[in-house]
């Protein structure tokens, strides 16, 4: 027997009733808080008397469940497209996950990757050597990515690598001529101009919305927010701040546009306790069709950092299984076994270039040579007081731990 | 109650309203909607008088009756909670009635309008008791006479008695369960942080309090005796380590080693709430202080802490309860020889048998679990004292040493080295075993 999930006049009922009480656990959570289901037509069927913030969340919630417990169950045609668009992004999610795995991990030398390369040589400028080339196609793909890469390995040219992909492909995910929006600190943004005309040979319309009068922002976003498509730049630099007070401005040019978003030094939004810019991205993460992250210390304090930003690449799934407290927890303790768990989880989502990459030994061998230079006069004389303070130090601290050592043998 | 019976209730209510008319015998000033009012005190018959069913306690243990019974008449009703009011604190009742006999009513009560008391519910039973044990006919009730009905402010009338029944220190005070029950009454009018207010508590107890009580109407629901609050007598502590637990676990605070979906919880709830039903039943159940150390708790001793021991004792538990109903109490009273026995002696002895039937597959499951617990943490182990060696190793190298001339320290080093050593090659023998 099948169970049935209607949508009607915005309640949610079950039927028959009996097929949930057959099951004792299934009873006891329908039945219970968090859907607080009540019998009624004569015991017949549920009504499900809990008001969910968000009626899709509940669906979702009863299909996870009833998958859980292997029921049958069919969701009727009220029902149904919320689940089935669910079901798509999930679809999506799945392909992407295993895109990004083979991508990264060489398994995939495939006709993409051909035709990516391709059009980066036809756009480009610059030339991207093959490390830089895959990087661009696994965030391309992958649609939402991190570059953990080193300073030097060419973040931007990557991230230019992958837009140009999808401002160019015939079939890409996004429209052909996506909005990049990059987020990051004032003294980036020459860089990206700087960037930009080295890969594309020429300025880009890059558009900086920080750092300008009020009246020179209202201006921007009435124009592009009346004018649509037309008006829009093709690239937005803007500081983590202006993400924060525009939050509801860039939210609408989300709809005009599909938006490639980029948080650039993204361990400024790390801050998992009330972190204001951390909560400005991750409140802009769902309405852009794809999301990067860069930064070369993604987690300088331990796990805890890596948790706003998985949630800001994929805020709908569970990247990150562990929540911020055992993040820390796991950081303290280099044995603990969640690590692994966290590191596959995350490491088809991200990139990172070492200086390894760039500069190959075998090619590039390391030789050191050695140069005795003294010291400056002053330069002595600091070295000379600090060496004999921590001498002073040390030895009180020495003489302490004996004597606290010998009484407690005593 | 000796309520009239002989008047309908709008009779009872109509010559109140006389009665009302006569002079009273004082006036007190009290905190009404929000101000001090000067109001009647009047000296009347208990029989114009009704107890307070919006009284948490008093109305569910009406209800309670009323389910076994299906719907009963005022007389009964008033009995009932006549007799409910002495049996819930015999040993204090008897002290007061001994007050009551020799000093007589001292305090006046509060009533509304139409005769429900709101407070002095007790006091009232009490003199209707005296009046009763010396054969006189009438008893009286002096009470402040509120200017509203019940059903027109219940609001109000609510506001009023919790705030009396907090600030007089001769009150009975809630008992542990009554407070949760107070708590849910007054949610349905006022916000949490009014009822904090009222009730001199702060605003995230009154949230621990709605919290406890919900869990307590799902455990009574799940064990199909809603609504029997007198089931829960003593079982209290592991209904607020439960509450604990699980909201720790919300707010991300815990310390499991993994992070369950609302459907794990869900899940856990169920199981947890077969633990308690089975350790308050049974003579030789698992102690409640085991229960609180390695289920109902947030620790990393904890079953439910590790996410693959939790799973396994999960599915054995629900494989060895996966009984669908148990046969309802009204069936069981409806089959009782005794046929004036409570609801709630049959439901006791119901908890019985299924705690008995239940005793040696939850025991057998439990002792795995705990072992499984154990052997996790114990697995654990080494790896954290090597970590804390390697701490320290790493503080005495921050600290500098070398060179310096320390009694045995030499030597120390090397029997350090050595173990060193030895570890590592008991590990590379390990691995290669």
Known sequence: MTLRVELIDGSIYLSPASLIEANRRLKFQILGSRFGGEKIDGCTKILLSKQWENQSDCLLALRELFEKHKLAYDFDDSANPTVQEYLSEREDYEQRVHLAQNVWSGTIESEEFIEFVSVIEANFSRRLYRLQLLAGFHMAWSLHACNFSVPGAGKSSIVLASYSYHKSASNGVLKSSPLLIIVGPLSSFASWDNEWEGCFGSPGNLKRISGVSKSERDEFFENVLVRGVSALPEAILMHYQTMMTELERLKSLCLVSDVMLVIDEAHYIKNTDDGMWAQAALDLAPFAKSRVLLTGTPAPNGYRDLYNLFKFLWPKENIIKYHPGQLEEMSRFQFDERRQDVQEAISRWYVRISKKHILPQEDYPIREYREIVPLSSAHEEIYLKIKNWERKVCTRQMMQTIAHRSLSQK | ?433
């Open chain 2, 1 to 433: 109650m000796q309520t009239d019976i002989s008047l309908s209730a709008e009779a009872r209510k109509d010559k109140l309203l006389k009665e009302l008319e006569k002079k009273p015998i004082g006036t007190k000033e009290l905190r009404y909607k929000g101000q001090m009012v000067s109001l009647d005190i009047h000296r009347l018959d208990l029989k114009l008088l009704v107890f307070n069913e919006l009284n948490g306690r008093i109305g569910s243990h009406i209800q309670t009756h009323v389910r076994q019974y299906g719907q009963i008449s005022e007389e009964v009703r008033q009995v009932l909670i006549q007799r409910f009011l002495w049996d819930s604190n015999e040993a204090r009742n008897k002290k007061t009635l001994k007050n009551l006999e020799a000093k007589g009513q001292l305090e006046p009560g509060i009533i509304t309008r139409d005769g429900v008391i709101i407070d002095g519910n007790r006091r009232a039973m009490l003199l209707n008791k005296l009046a009763s044990n010396a054969n006189e006919s009438e008893a009286y009730f002096k009470a402040i006479v509120l200017p509203d009905v019940l059903e027109s402010n219940k609001k109000e009338i609510l506001r009023l008695e919790t705030e009396y029944q907090i600030g007089a220190d001769e009150k009975v005070q809630y008992g542990p369960i009554e407070k949760y029950l107070k708590c849910r009454d007054m949610s349905a009018y006022f916000t949490t942080a009014e009822i904090a207010e009222m009730m001199a508590l702060k605003t995230p107890e009154i949230e621990k309090y709605l919290g406890i009580m919900e869990l307590i109407d799902d455990y009574l629901k799940t064990i199909g005796c809603e609504g029997l609050y007198t089931r829960l007598e003593k079982t209290e502590d592991l209904f607020i380590n439960l509450y604990n637990a699980l909201r720790m676990w919300e707010k991300g605070t815990g310390k499991l080693k993994w992070n369950p979906s609302a459907s794990d919880k869900d899940d856990y709830r169920l199981v947890c709430f077969d633990y308690i039903r089975y350790t308050y039943n049974h003579k030789n159940s698992i102690n409640p202080k085991d229960i609180r150390e390695s289920l109902i708790c947030n620790s990393q001793n904890g079953i439910f802490s590790h996410e693959r021991v939790w799973e396994n004792f999960r599915d054995q538990h629900f494989e060895d309860f996966d009984e669908q109903s148990e046969e309802s109490l009204e069936m069981l009273a409806k089959e009782s020889v005794d046929q004036n026995v409570g609801l709630d002696k049959i439901a006791k002895r119901r908890d019985f048998d299924w705690a008995e039937k239940a005793h040696s597959r939850i025991q057998k499951n439990w002792g795995k679990a705990r072992e499984n617990v154990a052997n996790r943490i114990n697995a654990q182990e080494p790896a954290k004292l090597l970590q804390q060696v390697e701490d320290k190793l790493e503080t005495l190298l921050e600290l500098d040493y070398s060179g310096k001339v320390l009694p045995g320290f030499l030597e120390q080093a090397n029997r350090i080295r050595k173990k060193a050593e030895e570890l590592r090659n008991n590990a590379r023998e390990g691995m290669s075993a």
